[in-house]
């Protein structure tokens, strides 16, 4: 496992667009909030590009990644957002570059893409967690806690969720493991590819938005038959938003539905987390050793060992 230094105050934060294109005028808004928080900014190139729907063409977002984990000013690399477009730029990273200049990787969705293949391909532990998009709408404190406690504390932490968005308990039990996961689309993306997760023995998140009821049926039955849940610790649904019903109802909630798939598992699940498109969002490090604990009214996860050196 390669751990990246931890972020000071004051520290720059390389700002790029690796999947779909960005309104400037969204983009100088939320810069303004980091810089508020205390933090240099350095924008990349890709917030400024636009290939049709795209944040310039896969080559340009690549090296825009490149250049940021090169750049000895830049402390972290904070994606703007997410979208479409990351599976056409993922191959052509230089991981052995990524892999010798180790700095915090943040961001979510689409990115989920970049998350899983630099860990897998470098050891080095991402984080699934805000990006500039994140703060569209508002500020939430509960959001630049977690990032806080994960990026520059130095130490475990736990994550407890909001006291008006509660997480829920579906199946109880403990359990500890690496922590993986992502977006769900993005994770079957994955599959069959060189990059694809290997889920042996971890504790396994998984978060997706707008998507139809029968077709996150279809999906979590897929993983099932992947493989995927087989060997797993764990198992964290994130906020599912934006889900969808037909005409003639599915007549399934999400949680009915993940219990149906997995609910034969020997392990705690839980729905409902702040991590994903919502508003809370939890910073997740990947590949981190973790604890979760859903044998109380209120579920808790223990990231046990700091993300960051």
């Not at 060997?231 to 149906?260: A, H, Q, R, W």
């Not at 699940?269 to 991590?275: E, G, K, L, P, T």
């Amino acid at each position: 496992m390669l751990k990246p230094p931890r972020i000071k105050p004051g520290a720059t934060l390389g700002i790029i667009n690796p999947s779909y294109w960005l309104k400037e005028e969204f983009l100088n808004k939320t810069v303004e909030i980091w810089r508020q928080r205390g933090f240099k900014v350095k924008l990349g190139k890709s917030p400024y590009l636009r290939d049709n729907l795209y944040a310039g063409t896969p080559a340009e977002r690549a090296a825009d990644i490149h250049a940021m984990f090169s750049d000895p000013e830049v402390d972290a690399v904070i994606c703007a957002r997410g979208g479409y477009g990351a599976n056409r730029v993922a191959p052509l990273l230089d991981y052995d570059l990524i892999r010798q200049n180790p700095k915090i990787f943040m961001g979510y969705s689409d990115i989920t893409t970049f998350l899983t293949s630099i860990t897998v391909n470098t050891d080095l532990v991402t984080f699934h967690g805000p990006m500039l998009v994140t703060h569209k709408d508002e500020e939430l404190e509960y959001n630049f806690d977690y990032f806080n406690r994960a990026v520059s504390a130095g130490e475990p932490f736990n994550i407890a969720p909001p006291a008006d968005f509660p997480s829920r308990i579906i199946k109880p039990g403990t359990a500890e493991g690496p922590l993986w996961g992502g977006n769900i689309s993005l994770l079957v993306n994955r599959l069959s590819t060189s990059n694809q997760l290997n889920t042996d023995g971890v504790i396994l998140f998984l978060e997706d938005i707008d998507e139809s009821l029968y077709s996150f049926d279809r999906t979590m039955y897929h993983l099932r038959e992947t493989g995927m849940f087989d060997n797993i610790k764990g198992l964290i649904m994130g906020e599912m938003c934006e889900m969808k019903d037909t005409e003639i109802s599915f007549g399934k909630t999400t949680d009915e539905i993940v219990m149906d798939v997995c609910g034969d598992l020997d392990i705690p699940i839980i729905s409902n987390f702040a991590c994903g498109h919502g508003r809370y969002q939890a910073t997740m490090p990947i590949s981190i050793p973790a604890r979760l604990d859903a044998s109380a009214s209120e579920p808790r996860l223990e990231i046990l060992e700091s993300p960051v050196e």
